[in-house]
Structure formats: structure tokens, C-alpha cells
């Protein structure tokens, strides 16, 4: 899909439209890419009503926040995994990418670099928690819970390209439903929830995390709109890998992939299942960002139900 030259953002699922907003406005403003994405991001993070990514997500299986959140312009790279004691992820992440001579870090380590070198303070468990997350703790912990859609489409993948050429690329979610402590999937991950090269693009996923980062997708896409495709054709064959791999292993494995290039606004989007939604805003779009959804006529059918990142 083409949409001209010019500035753009878009990000993975409804939920992200008004951080998707956001990340364009700035855009427009001149802000950088990093920066209108990780302002994008934290948007989504801190909006309780998103019960898969930051505040409002849903804790792991002892009852904690812990956040994945990683951001890139393609030379630099920061990530913080199993972070505990914040609503939003993102700027810490963004804060390893400008301060921290590391890539990515991880649980109480991450915690105090926020703390000793972005001046960021943990709040208290019951303060990171919202009311409806302690209400499916207790679902969890009783046996009754069940995963519902609107907490079943976890990360937020967000590119920004600026009319310059600049681009980044981010992704932050609050992982699988009441996960084992200390679990991670692909989101933070380097060719995993996101990938990018400032010279070609720039990729980010959403679905299964724990299948798809043994694909290393995003990578992927981006080699191949470097061989040559376009995102959408780059896209399209990321899946045929994913569902080659479904077929391989009997694995059970959704994904969903956006990608942009960074010479032409051109972007491309495609998933394993039907029900994939991009949110995207654009020099063409003057009513805000658009939900798109993505036609996948080869799944026949099949829904996303139960994901995670």
C-alpha cells in the first residue's frame, strides 16, 4: 500500500489510534521520529483502558506488573525487559538507548538504572495495578478466568517516518496473561517485535511471542524490502514463513507484521488470521489516524482469539 511521500505514522491494533495521533502530530511539529514514537507509546501505556500493554495490562502469574518495551532508529537500540514497578516502559527504554553503553536490560536491573540514571521512582504494587486487572487476578487465582479479545491483542508496534526520510520504530506491551515471572517474548527483541534500517525501513509484529521470536520476522522483512519488495510483498511473505513453520511443527503460532519503507512512505501490512487492524495517520488523512483492517484471504476464515507478545 502506497500513501505518497511525506510523513507517517502506524502502529498495530485499534487501541494504538490515539497514540498514533499523538506520534503524528509531533511529527508534523518537526519532533523526531524517537521521540514521536516514544511519546505515541507512552500514550497507549498509560491509557488503563488498554488491558494488554502498560497500565492497564494484566500482571503475571504472582500478581506484578512487568512491562517489555524496546525502541530503535536503526543505528541505536534500547530495550528493557521484565520491568517491574512502572505504568509505562517505553521511556525507560529510550532512556538506555540515549544513557547506557548496554542495549537492553533486564528486571531489577533495568529498575535501578531508572531510578540512578533517569531519576524515574517505582511506585508500589496496589498503585501499578487497575481495577479490572485486580478483578481477573482474582479470576486467575479461583480458576474461572478466561481470556476475552480486548486483552488478547498485546503489543504495540508503532513506526513514525518524517518527510526527511528519519524513521523509528518501537513496541511495548505488557506480555501474556498472568505469565510466568520473568518471562519475555519477541517485542523487545531485535529482529523480534521490531526491526529497522534507516537506509531501507522498518518492521514491528504482534502474536504469538514466545513462537515468533525463534523467526526473527521483522528482520526478515526488512532484508527483504532491502532485496527488493515491497512491504507489503514483505509482509506477505513473512507469513508464508510463519504458517511453514505452523505446518513443520504443529505449533500453534499467530502473527501480524507492519512494515514501511523509509524512501517512500510505501507500507504493507499482513497477518496469519483475519481480524488484524492497523492504525495509520498521514499528510493525506486530515480526520486523525484511520483503523484499517487487514484482508487475509487465505486464513478462510480463522480469527485471532488468544495472543500474546
Known amino acids: 500500500m502506497r500513501v505518497g511521500p511525506g510523513s507517517l505514522a502506524i502502529a498495530t491494533w485499534e487501541f494504538s489510534r490515539g497514540g498514533t495521533e499523538c506520534c503524528f502530530r509531533l511529527l ?34 504472582s500478581g506484578e506488573l512487568e512491562l517489555d518495551a524496546a525502541i530503535t532508529d536503526g543505528t541505536r537500540f534500547g530495550a528493557v525487559l521484565a520491568l517491574r514497578g512502572f505504568r509505562s516502559a517505553i521511556g525507560i527504554a529510550r532512556g538506555v538507548l540515549e544513557h547506557s553503553v548496554h542495549t537492553a536490560l533486564a528486571g531489577t536491573g533495568a529498575v535501578r538504572f531508572a531510578q540512578e540514571v533517569l531519576g524515574e521512582r517505582p511506585l508500589p504494587d496496589p498503585d501499578l495495578l487497575t481495577e479490572h486487572a485486580v478483578q481477573r487476578l482474582s479470576e486467575y487465582r479461583s480458576g474461572t ?22 524513521i523509528a520504530a518501537g513496541c511495548a506491551t505488557s506480555g501474556y496473561p498472568f505469565k510466568y515471572p520473568g518471562r519475555v517474548g519477541d517485542s523487545p527483541l531485535p529482529g523480534g517485535g521490531l ?9 514491528v509484529a504482534t502474536g504469538d511471542g514466545d513462537e515468533l521470536m525463534r523467526l526473527c520476522p521483522t528482520h526478515l522483512i526488512v532484508e527483504l524490502m532491502r532485496n527488493g519488495l515491497d512491504p507489503q510483498k514483505a509482509c506477505e511473505e513473512a507469513i508464508q514463513r510463519v504458517q511453514s513453520y505452523r505446518e513443520r511443527t504443529g505449533r500453534v503460532c499467530r502473527g501480524a507484521f507492519i512494515a514501511v519503507r523509509s524512501d517512500s512512505v510505501a507500507w504493507g501490512a499482513h497477518a496469519t488470521h483475519e481480524g488484524f487492524v492497523v492504525a495509520l495517520a498521514d499528510d493525506q488523512n486530515t480526520n486523525g489516524a484511520s483503523l484499517i483492517p487487514i484482508v487475509v484471504p487465505e486464513a478462510r476464515g480463522r480469527q485471532w482469539r488468544r495472543i500474546c507478545s
Do not use: K, W
Not at 511539529?29 to 488491558?51: K, N, Y
Not at 480486548?150 to 513506526?159: P, Y
Open 195 to 203: 526491526f529497522c534500517d534507516p537506509s531501507v525501513g522498518a518492521a
Open 28 to 61: 508534523q511539529q518537526g519532533t523526531s521520529p524517537l521521540d514521536a514514537v516514544t511519546a505515541g507509546i507512552q500514550a497507549v501505556e498509560v491509557d488503563p483502558t488498554v488491558t494488554s500493554v502498560g497500565y492497564g495490562g494484566l500482571p503475571n502469574s
Open 145 to 166: 478466568f478466561e481470556t476475552r479479545p480486548s486483552e488478547s491483542h498485546d503489543t504495540v508496534g508503532m513506526i513514525a517516518v518524517r518527510n526527511d526520510g528519519g
